[in-house]
């Protein structure tokens, strides 16, 4: 089992485990189902760590994170927006979207320990179950239950976020199979188990792309001159490419994802998949009016229909774009303070090393990449989960120790 750096403070939670740790544990799996499962969980979670006490020592975890000062200059910039900004209907319910990272200060309160093992084989589990439901629905024999609708049909965001999650456990399970000599076999069949569910039988690109990329990286991370690199690099090569010639579906859906975009620059006509172009284009026009602050919290849903009338994309939430949606917003000092978190979870990665290291490096590009294509942040349904999985790696980090010594390179060793 390998363990993470964590506060002096918190040493207490490696002998004896707390009740929130252990919840927080389980919930990976609870992504892979309505998100009611998930709220469930959380509000268990919350209650558990009301009533466990010891406070100051969770403010003081808190406080040593590398991600406070990040967090809180994003909380500075949208309650400035707030206070100089226009306040449209639902503006509350729109800046309370904007503080998600402060649901990751609140998991990463309970301090480091043997839960984060835990949580990530649970988080496999869920994967393995989730591939386990859709090779089910695709031989009919999945029970047409509540419980398991969005993997019997595509249904929204939701089907998008199982993709995304079974792309991410993709890339992590790769992952381990590098980075540790135990179980080598049993991890590549469940890294092909996903990984053919995910290409072939997955509703969604993200996912798909958030794989190869992870994928990718890692690759890359353990890259050396030795033989036993080029034959994992063949390997990747040679499975991509049957993946790339048999998963017609991913392909089909990439390629015009191209064509689209040709199309839209062109002046031509896109497809119903290539309206966030559309999107894109308008949002920008909303923009260029206020770029440096703004346009205030909230404000998107109320100019974009004006200015999309007839459109195909009149109806949106969002713009399916967190970087466009933070700049129509907040401007671009709000995407800077975005980027400053995401950036600062990268910097974090590389400083802490090892197999810990690269799990959040991995899923730090997954949220940055997910941004571009997604309401990543905007929508509850994906943050929520984002931010379960970045307190698997992050939470006990202590940014004085991650300056000073690089986290003892996070001593990621089992």
Same mark, same amino acid.
């Given at each position: 089992?390998?363990?993470?750096?964590?506060?002096?403070?918190?040493?207490?939670?490696?002998?004896?485990?707390?009740?929130?740790?252990?919840?927080?544990?389980?919930?990976?799996?609870?992504?892979?189902?309505?998100?009611?499962?998930?709220?469930?969980?959380?509000?268990?979670?919350?209650?558990?760590?009301?009533?466990?006490?010891?406070?100051?020592?969770?403010?003081?975890?808190?406080?040593?994170?590398?991600?406070?000062?990040?967090?809180?200059?994003?909380?500075?910039?949208?309650?400035?927006?707030?206070?100089?900004?226009?306040?449209?209907?639902?503006?509350?319910?729109?800046?309370?979207?904007?503080?998600?990272?402060?649901?990751?200060?609140?998991?990463?309160?309970?301090?480091?320990?043997?839960?984060?093992?835990?949580?990530?084989?649970?988080?496999?589990?869920?994967?393995?179950?989730?591939?386990?439901?859709?090779?089910?629905?695709?031989?009919?024999?999945?029970?047409?239950?509540?419980?398991?609708?969005?993997?019997?049909?595509?249904?929204?965001?939701?089907?998008?976020?199982?993709?995304?999650?079974?792309?991410?456990?993709?890339?992590?399970?790769?992952?381990?199979?590098?980075?540790?000599?135990?179980?080598?076999?049993?991890?590549?069949?469940?890294?092909?188990?996903?990984?053919?569910?995910?290409?072939?039988?997955?509703?969604?690109?993200?996912?798909?792309?958030?794989?190869?990329?992870?994928?990718?990286?890692?690759?890359?991370?353990?890259?050396?001159?030795?033989?036993?690199?080029?034959?994992?690099?063949?390997?990747?090569?040679?499975?991509?490419?049957?993946?790339?010639?048999? &998963? /017609? #579906?991913? =392909?089909?859906?990439?390629? %015009?994802? !191209?064509?689209?975009?040709?199309?839209? *620059?062109?002046?031509?006509?896109?497809?119903?998949?290539?309206?966030?172009?559309?999107?894109?284009?308008?949002?920008?026009?909303?923009?260029?009016?206020?770029?440096?602050?703004?346009?205030?919290?909230?404000?998107?849903?109320?100019?974009?229909?004006?200015?999309?009338?007839?459109?195909?994309?009149?109806?949106?939430?969002?713009?399916?774009?967190?970087?466009?949606?933070?700049?129509?917003?907040?401007?671009?000092?709000?995407?800077?303070?975005?980027?400053?978190?995401?950036?600062?979870?990268?910097?974090?990665?590389?400083?802490?090393?090892? &197999? /810990? #290291?690269? =799990?959040?490096?991995?899923? %730090?590009? !997954?949220?940055?990449?997910?941004?571009? *294509?997604?309401?990543?942040?905007?929508?509850?349904?994906?943050?929520?989960?984002?931010?379960?999985?970045?307190?698997?790696?992050?939470?006990?980090?202590?940014?004085?120790?991650?300056?000073?010594?690089?986290?003892?390179?996070?001593?990621?060793?089992?």
């Amino acid at each position: 089992m390998y363990r993470l750096p964590m506060t002096d403070r918190m040493n207490l939670f490696n002998t004896n485990e707390t009740k929130a740790q252990f919840i927080l544990s389980l919930l990976p799996i609870t992504l892979f189902f309505p998100i009611g499962i998930g709220y469930a969980g959380i509000v268990l979670f919350l209650v558990a760590l009301l009533l466990g006490g010891h406070y100051r020592d969770r403010w003081q975890t808190v406080k040593d994170s590398p991600l406070l000062l990040p967090v809180m200059a994003l909380l500075a910039v949208t309650c400035g927006a707030g206070l100089l900004l226009e306040r449209p209907e639902g503006f509350w319910k729109a800046f309370m979207h904007y503080q998600i990272y402060l649901v990751l200060l609140v998991f990463i309160s309970v301090g480091g320990g043997r839960w984060q093992q835990r949580a990530l084989n649970v988080f496999f589990a869920g994967a393995m179950l989730a591939a386990t439901l859709l090779y089910l629905n695709f031989f009919q024999l999945l029970p047409d239950w509540t419980l398991v609708q969005n993997y019997r049909m595509y249904a929204g965001n939701k089907s998008i976020l199982i993709g995304i999650l079974l792309g991410i456990a993709g890339g992590w399970m790769l992952n381990e199979i590098i980075a540790y000599r135990e179980h080598k076999w049993q991890r590549l069949a469940a890294l092909l188990y996903i990984a053919i569910a995910l290409l072939f039988l997955a509703k969604t690109r993200t996912g798909s792309l958030i794989f190869v990329f992870g994928c990718a990286l890692i690759l890359l991370r353990y890259l050396t001159f030795s033989w036993r690199s080029v034959l994992l690099v063949i390997g990747a090569v040679v499975v991509f490419g049957i993946a790339w010639q048999t &998963a /017609t #579906g991913f =392909r089909e859906r990439l390629v %015009g994802t !191209a064509t689209d975009i040709k199309a839209f *620059v062109d002046g031509g006509k896109v497809s119903a998949d290539g309206v966030r172009l559309e999107m894109y284009q308008i949002t920008m026009g909303i923009i260029k009016e206020r770029p440096l602050g703004g346009n205030g919290i909230g404000t998107w849903a109320i100019k974009y229909p004006e200015r999309a009338q007839g459109l195909p994309s009149e109806s949106m939430a969002t713009p399916h774009n967190d970087y466009l949606l933070y700049a129509a917003e907040i401007g671009i000092i709000g995407v800077c303070a975005l980027l400053w978190i995401w950036f600062t979870q990268l910097m974090v990665a590389v400083r802490i090393g090892g &197999a /810990t #290291g690269m =799990r959040l490096f991995t899923i %730090g590009v !997954a949220i940055m990449f997910g941004g571009l *294509v997604n309401a990543i942040l905007r929508d509850a349904l994906f943050g929520i989960a984002f931010m379960v999985l970045l307190a698997i790696p992050l939470a006990g980090i202590n940014r004085h120790a991650y300056k000073n010594n690089s986290n003892q390179h996070g001593n990621a060793r089992r």
